[in-house]
C-alpha cells in the first residue's frame, strides 16, 4: 500500500529497522497513530537488523535470567554452560575500554541501565532467544564458559528477530508504507511536522506530530564513506542494507541538528575477499571471517599487523575491517594449519570463499595473488620460533599462552603454524555501521548546534552518536537500537499525545 498525501499520523518513524520497530510498538502501546516509513522494498525490508546475527548484549543476573529469556533452560544446557553473570560494571567497562574511554556517559548510561529491561520487554514483543554458545570460552571438560555480554543470540539471528518486530507492529496497528524514502522534514516555524517523501516517483507530504529519525548511518554511501571516513573507504565492501545511506542524518543537520561522536569511525569486520560490492539477503553472514584468533593474519608485504590475540573476539572484531583496509591492496590472508583450521567456523566452508589449501606452507602462500612469498615465508617461521610453549594453550579463558620478541605479539592463544595441510583465507574490510550521529537527550530528542531540542524531531539506533568510538563489544548495536528506539518511540508518543490533547483544547 502507498501513502496519499493526506496522510496524518502521531508519530511518524522513518526507518523499519530494530530502532524503527522499537519505536513504533512503544509508540502504539502508548496508545499514539504511527506510520513507519521504509525505504526499501516490502522483500528487503528491515535494514541491518535483518542482515544481522543476532548477538545482544545485556546485562543479566546470572543463569536465573538466562532461563527466563530463553523460556526455560534444559537439563542438557544447563549441565554444558556455565552462564556466570554480566553486571552494570562490566558492561560499563567493557564500552568504555574499546571505545577508549570515549563513549559518552549519558549515552552509555541510557544503553547499559536500559539493556537488561529491554531484552525482556523484547521477548514480550515476540523475540526469541538461545544461549549463545560461538564466541564463548571452552573448558577441557567440554563445557562452555560464557565469556559475559552476548550470552544469548536471537532465535532466527536477525531475520528472526526483524520478523518478529514486523509481526508485532503491525499487529498492533503500526502502517508501514514500502519503498517510500524520507527526503525532507517539514520545518513550520521551527517545528518539524513531518516529512517530504518518495513514493512511486512522486513526492508527498505526510504530516505527523513527532518525527522519529530511525534510518541508519551513512555506511552504504561510497561518496560520505570518502568524505567522512577517509581515504580507501570506498573501497570497503558493505555488510549490510544498500539502503543506509545517510539520509536520515543528512535531512536533521539541514535543520542544524548537532553532529555527534565519531564521524570519522565505524563498525568494520574482517569479511571474504569474494563477498560482493555490497550484501545481499541470500549471503546473510556467510562472508564473516572472524576466526583469526585460531591463527595469524599477513599483508602482501608477508607481515602481520595486528594482535590476534589481544583479547577475545567480541571486543576486537570490529576494528579489524579498518586495520585491513591500511594494508597494501586493502587485503590479507588469514592462515591456519590444521588444528587452526579444524576449529573455524561453519561459514568458512561456503562455496564463495576464497580459501587455499596446501600440504606445504610454501605451496600455500604460492597461492596468494601479490604476496611477497620469502617475507612471509619468514613471518610464519618467526612467529613459530617466538610462541612461548612453556605456558598452556587454554581456550577456556585469556591463557597468556603468547609470543615473545615480536614487533607485534599475539597475546593470548599462540599456537605455532606447524602440522599441515594449511589453510589461508584472502580476507578485506567489510564495513557494518558508522559511529558518527546526532546528539540526543534523555528522551532521543535531536538538539541542535545551540543545544536546544529540535521541537518534534527524535532519533535512535544508528544515528545516534557519541556512543562507540574506534571499537564497539559485540552485540552492543541491536541493543542500543532497541532501547534508544523504545525511548524515542516512548517519548514521542507522550509528546504528540499531549499536543493532541492542547489542541483539541483549544479548538
Ligand atoms: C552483517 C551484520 C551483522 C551484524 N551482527 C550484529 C549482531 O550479531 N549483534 C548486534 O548487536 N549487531 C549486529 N549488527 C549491527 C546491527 O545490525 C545494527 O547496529 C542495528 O540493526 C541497527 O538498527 P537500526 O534500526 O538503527 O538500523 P537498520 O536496521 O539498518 O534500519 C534502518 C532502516 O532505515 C531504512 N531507511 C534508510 N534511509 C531511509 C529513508 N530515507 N527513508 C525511509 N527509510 C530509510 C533502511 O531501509 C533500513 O530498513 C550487524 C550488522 C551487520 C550488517
Not at 516490502?42 to 535494514?47: L, W
Not at 548537532?258 to 574482517?270: Q, T, V
Not at 612461548?388 to 591463557?399: A, V
Not at 538538539?447 to 518534534?456: A, N, P, S
Request: glycine residues 12%; hydrophobic residues 40%; contains cysteine.
Amino acid at each position: 500500500m502507498a501513502p496519499s498525501s493526506i496522510e496524518d499520523t502521531d508519530v511518524l518513524v522513518i526507518g523499519a529497522g530494530m530502532a524503527g520497530l522499537s519505536a513504533a510498538i512503544a509508540a502504539r502501546d502508548i496508545g499514539a497513530s504511527v506510520i513507519v516509513l521504509e525505504k526499501a522494498p516490502e522483500a528487503e525490508r528491515g535494514g541491518n537488523t535483518r542482515f544481522s546475527n543476532g548477538a545482544i548484549r545485556a546485562v543479566y543476573h546470572g543463569v536465573e535470567d538466562i532461563d527466563a529469556l530463553v523460556g526455560g533452560l534444559s537439563a542438557a544446557e544447563r549441565e554444558r554452560s556455565e552462564f556466570g553473570s554480566y553486571s552494570r560494571e562490566q558492561y560499563y567497562d567493557d564500552l568504555a575500554r574499546v571505545t577508549q574511554y570515549r563513549s559518552h556517559p549519558d549515552m552509555a548510561d541510557m544503553l547499559v541501565e536500559n539493556s537488561r529491561d529491554t531484552l525482556f520487554w523484547l521477548q514480550q514483543q515476540g523475540l526469541r532467544f538461545l544461549p549463545l554458545y560461538e564466541w564463548q570460552f571452552k573448558l577441557p571438560d567440554g563445557r562452555i564458559r560464557f565469556s559475559g555480554g552476548s550470552a544469548l543470540e536471537v532465535y532466527g539471528a536477525g531475520e528472526g528477530a526483524s520478523e518478529a518486530l514486523f509481526r508485532t507492529a503491525e499487529r498492533r496497528g503500526a502502517r508501514v508504507f514500502y519503498q517510500t524514502k524520507a527526503l525532507s522534514l517539514i520545518d513550520e516555524a521551527g517545528r518539524i511536522a513531518g516529512v517530504i517523501a518518495r513514493c512511486d516517483g512522486e513526492d508527498i507530504a505526510i504530516r505527523a506530530r513527532r518525527v522519529i529519525l530511525a534510518c541508519g548511518g551513512f555506511e552504504a554511501n561510497t561518496e560520505w564513506r570518502t568524505r567522512y571516513l577517509g581515504p580507501s573507504w570506498d573501497l570497503a565492501k558493505v555488510r549490510g542494507s544498500r539502503f543506509n545511506t545517510g539520509d536520515g542524518l543528512r535531512m536533521a543537520l539541514e535543520r542544524g541538528a548537532l553532529p555527534f561522536g565519531n564521524w570519522s569511525g565505524c563498525h568494520s569486520a574482517s569479511w571474504d575477499l569474494n563477498a560482493p560490492d555490497v550484501n545481499e539477503l541470500e549471503y546473510g553472514t556467510v562472508f564473516k571471517r572472524d576466526d583469526y584468533l585460531e591463527g595469524i593474519v599477513v599483508n602482501a608485504d608477508g607481515e602481520r599487523f595486528f594482535d590476534e590475540g589481544a583479547d577475545i573476539r567480541a571486543l576486537t572484531y570490529a576494528k579489524l575491517g579498518r586495520a585491513i583496509l591500511a594494508q597494501p591492496g586493502q587485503v590479507a590472508w588469514q592462515i591456519f594449519d590444521k588444528h587452526g583450521a579444524a576449529r573455524l567456523h561453519g561459514e568458512y566452508r561456503v562455496k564463495q570463499s576464497a580459501r587455499f589449501k596446501a600440504e606445504t606452507l610454501e605451496a600455500l602462500i604460492d597461492q596468494f595473488d601479490g604476496i611477497k612469498r620469502d617475507a612471509c615465508l619468514a613471518t610464519v617461521k618467526n612467529f613459530n620460533a617466538a610462541v612461548r610453549t612453556d605456558i598452556p594453550y587454554d581456550p577456556g579463558k585469556k591463557d597468556g599462552r603468547r609470543t615473545e620478541g615480536l614487533a607485534i605479539p599475539k597475546s593470548n592463544w599462540a599456537l605455532a603454524i606447524a602440522e599441515p595441510p594449511f589453510e589461508a583465507y584472502a580476507v578485506t574490510c567489510g564495513i557494518t555501521f558508522t559511529f558518527g550521529g546526532l546528539r540526543v537527550d534523555g528522551d532521543c530528542c535531536v538538539l541542535d548546534e545551540g543545544g536546544q531540542r529540535v521541537t518534534g524531531l527524535h532519533a535512535a539506533g544508528e544515528m545516534v552518536g557519541g556512543l562507540f568510538y574506534f571499537n564497539y563489544p559485540g552485540g552492543s548495536g541491536l541493543m542500543s537500537a532497541a532501547v534508544f528506539g523504545r525511548i524515542a518511540g516512548r517519548a514521542a508518543a507522550q509528546a504528540a499525545l499531549a499536543n493532541t490533547v492542547e489542541s483539541h483544547g483549544a479548538n
